[in-house]
C-alpha cells in the first residue's frame, strides 16, 4: 500500500500532460452539463429527393460550456460514452426531442425526428423501457421517431443487437443504420437486421465529383439497399454534383451542407413552414 510501488506510482507522476487534465475537467464538467442546462438540440434537414420537400430530419446534441463555448459532439461524445454518462445524455435527447416534434405538431408540420443511439444504450437493461414510456408520457407515434445506430455498435454484439432493434422496429420506431461503409458488418449482417434504411457515411460522399472509386461504392450501396427493401440516406453532401448525381441514381434522401447546416430549432421552423423553391 505504499505509494511508491508499482504502478500507483504513476498516478501522482507530475508529467501528466495536460490533455489528460483536461481531459478530467471535461468529464466533469460534463456531469454538470444537464442539470445546468447546457445541452441544446439542433435539427438538420434530411431532403427528400423523390418529393424535394423535408420531412425528416437528424437532432444533433450541441453543448455550451460555461468558459470554453461551443463543443462540438465528436469531442465528448466519446468521453460520455466511456465515463457511463452516455445513458443520461441520450436519455435527455430522446425527451427533448419528443418534445420538439410536439411543438411541431401544433404547428401541422408532421416531421419525422432522428435520434442518435450509442452502442452502450442498446446494452442498458431498461433502454427500451424508458423510450416506451417516454413514447406514452409525450403522446407522439412511432412512425415520427427514427433510432439512429450506427454500423459499427450493431458489429459489438450483433445478436442482442439484432433482437433489440426488432423490438424497436415492431413498437413502429423507424430504425436507420448509420454511418454505413465504416463498420465492417458483413451482408449476412445485414440480411438480418431489423432495419427500414441505410445511411451512407458522408466520407463516400463528400469527394463524389472527384473520386471514381466512391462513385462505383456508393452506386453499389444504393442497389443492395434497394435490393433489400432499404431506403437511402447520404450524408454529407457538400456540392450541387453530389445532390444531382445521388437524385440520378435513385438515393432516397439527401442530407448535408449543401442543403442545410444543422440548425436549432427557432432558425429551422420558419424554413419548414414556407420551404425555399
Ligand atoms: P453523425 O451521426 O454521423 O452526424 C452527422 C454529422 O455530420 C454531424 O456532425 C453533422 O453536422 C455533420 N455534417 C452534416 N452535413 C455535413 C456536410 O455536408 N459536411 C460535413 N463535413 N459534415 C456534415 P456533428 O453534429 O458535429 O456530430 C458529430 C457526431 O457526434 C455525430 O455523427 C454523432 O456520431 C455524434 N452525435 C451528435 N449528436 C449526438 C447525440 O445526440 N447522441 C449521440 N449518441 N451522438 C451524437
Ligand atoms: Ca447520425
Ligand atoms: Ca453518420
Ligand atoms: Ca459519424
Redesign the pocket.
Known amino acids: 500500500h505504499t505509494r511508491n510501488s508499482g504502478s500507483l506510482i504513476q498516478v501522482y507522476q507530475p508529467n501528466l500532460d495536460i490533455n489528460s487534465v483536461e481531459r478530467l475537467n471535461l468529464i466533469n464538467d460534463l456531469r454538470q452539463a444537464i442539470p445546468c442546462n447546457q445541452f441544446e438540440?439542433?435539427f438538420?434537414p434530411k431532403l427528400c429527393l423523390y418529393s424535394l420537400k423535408v420531412t425528416h430530419v437528424?437532432?444533433?446534441?450541441?453543448w455550451t460550456h460555461p468558459t470554453l463555448g461551443m463543443i462540438?459532439?465528436?469531442n465528448f461524445?466519446p468521453i460520455?460514452?466511456k465515463t457511463g454518462q452516455?445513458e443520461g445524455?441520450?436519455r435527455w435527447?430522446f425527451v427533448a426531442a419528443l418534445m420538439q416534434c410536439t411543438e411541431w405538431n401544433k404547428l401541422a408540420l408532421d416531421i419525422n425526428i432522428s435520434?442518435?443511439?450509442?452502442a452502450e444504450?442498446l446494452k442498458e437493461s431498461d433502454f427500451y423501457e424508458f423510450v416506451c414510456q417516454m413514447m406514452t408520457i409525450q403522446n407522439i407515434k412511432p412512425q415520427q421517431i427514427t433510432l439512429?445506430v450506427?454500423e459499427s455498435s450493431v458489429v459489438d454484439d450483433p445478436k442482442s443487437a439484432i433482437k433489440l432493434l426488432g423490438k424497436f422496429k415492431d413498437y413502429g420506431f423507424r430504425i436507420s443504420i448509420?454511418?454505413y461503409g465504416t463498420g465492417y458488418s458483413s451482408l449476412a449482417q445485414l440480411k438480418q437486421l431489423p432495419v427500414h434504411e441505410l445511411?451512407i457515411?458522408?466520407s463516400f460522399?463528400?469527394r463524389l465529383e472527384r473520386d471514381l472509386d466512391d462513385q462505383i461504392i456508393v452506386r453499389s450501396t444504393i442497389d443492395l439497399a434497394h435490393n433489400m427493401g432499404l431506403k437511402v440516406v447520404a450524408?454529407?453532401?457538400?456540392d450541387e454534383f453530389s445532390l444531382l448525381w445521388l437524385a440520378q441514381y435513385n438515393c432516397e434522401f439527401a442530407?448535408?451542407?449543401?442543403i442545410s447546416?444543422?440548425k436549432s430549432a427557432s432558425e429551422l421552423t420558419p424554413w419548414l413552414l414556407n420551404p425555399p423553391k
Open positions: 438540440l439542433h438538420q437528424e437532432a444533433l446534441v450541441r462540438p459532439p465528436d461524445i460520455a460514452e452516455i445524455l441520450t435527447v435520434v442518435n443511439i450509442s444504450n439512429e450506427t448509420d454511418d445511411k457515411d458522408k460522399i463528400q450524408e454529407g453532401i457538400e442530407q448535408g451542407y449543401f447546416r444543422p
